[in-house]
């Protein structure tokens, strides 16, 4: 007998993945902080936009799988810019936690 497949997260609980899990992962250029699972877009539909200064702090969206819309999946901001408290940089992590209440601690990320 051949084994069923396994299927992912469902979507309903992909939305209490966000809550559970920290959003924030570091690389080695960026920090990148999630505000939606991926699971909820579409693939292959990401873009990335320059927000701020070009090549520095990014937003990455796509389209949504039940409406077909576009939102924002996440951000990627310069690991570079937070090390020198840039405050243009520092003002994106305001704003992500006004909108999406995701607060960045500087400390675990630095």
Excluded at 27 to 50: E, G, Q
């Amino acid at each position: 007998m051949a084994k069923p497949k396994r299927k992912g997260i469902p979507l309903e609980r992909v939305e209490k993945w966000i809550v559970k899990k920290n959003p924030v992962e570091v690389t080695k250029r960026f920090v990148r902080v999630r505000v939606k699972h991926p699971r909820l877009f579409h693939p292959r539909t990401f873009r990335v936009h320059d927000i701020g200064r070009l090549g520095h702090s990014k937003r990455v969206a796509g389209i949504l799988r039940k409406t077909g819309k576009w939102s924002t999946q996440g951000y990627l901001v310069s690991r570079a810019d937070l090390k020198r408290l840039d405050p243009r940089t520092l003002g994106i992590l305001r704003q992500i936690k006004q909108r999406h209440g995701i607060a960045v601690r500087l400390k675990k990320v630095i």
